[in-house]
């Protein structure tokens, strides 16, 4: 169980196109999830955490219009990076928050590699 | 602040011991997770403490004590595929996770 899917694993694009990133929960309801960015050698920093049926919450120097998110259901989170530039080529990671008795839990999606040229 | 410290980097031998030390400062404390990381991959759950002692999985450990604000994780029998980054995480008092840098660790033969 605690099975999460992004899709696309890898994406090029051209600069100034915009990219969407999906995250999904495939056997649990995640009513938040969140979005990481990982450039090489660097830890994960927290972009924005996503809430189910409200706007995301955004983590500062993070230009929330830029990256527009959407948690449109219980399993389905999105990411859309708009006008993408080669300073937006990174390792993007969802995970999903998994709350049971006692724990909470965030399970990662196997991320989306995104080469802006 | 908040803060996670653990080491940049450490080398171990095939088979042997190694403890991932982890200190933490933040506000507030929900539980502190470990995760694995290869490279190239997205962080995989290892383990969740919210009390104190020791968590036991496998050839895998975690140990948390929340009064010195302190967590180690503890890997046995280490085989070469336990080459990776292994990152402490502490849930705050606002269920965020506040990540470490990641402890990078080597395995030779």
């Known amino acids: 169980g605690a099975v999460v899917s992004q899709h696309p694993s890898w994406v090029i694009c051209k600069s100034g196109t915009s990219v969407k990133i999906e995250c999904r929960s495939l056997?649990?309801?995640?009513?938040?999830m969140f979005w990481y960015r990982q450039f090489p050698k660097q830890s994960l920093m927290l972009m924005a955490t996503s809430n189910e049926g409200s706007k995301a919450t955004y983590e500062q120097g993070v230009e929330k219009d830029k990256f527009l998110i959407n948690h449109a259901s219980l399993t389905l989170s999105t990411l859309t990076v708009t006008s993408a530039h080669p300073e937006d080529s990174s390792f993007y990671i969802c995970?999903?928050?998994?709350?049971?008795?006692?724990?909470?839990?965030?399970?990662f999606g196997p991320g989306t590699r995104l080469l802006v040229l | 602040g908040q803060n996670i410290d653990q080491p940049t980097e450490m080398t171990a031998t095939e088979g042997a011991i190694v403890q991932i030390n982890c200190t933490y400062q933040t506000s507030g404390f929900n539980g502190l997770f470990w995760y694995q990381q290869h490279a190239g991959e997205a962080p995989t759950f290892l383990s969740y403490n919210v009390l104190d002692g020791l968590e036991e999985k496998g050839r895998f450990s975690s140990f948390l004590s929340r009064s010195k604000g302190y967590s180690y994780l503890l890997l046995k029998e280490l085989q070469m595929k336990d080459s990776a980054s292994y990152l402490c995480a502490v849930m705050d008092s606002n269920y965020q996770l506040i990540w470490g840098a990641g402890t990078k660790l080597i395995i030779k033969p």
């Open positions: 995970s999903a928050r998994l709350v049971r008795t006692f724990q909470e839990t965030q399970y």
């Open positions: 056997d649990f309801q995640a009513t938040t």
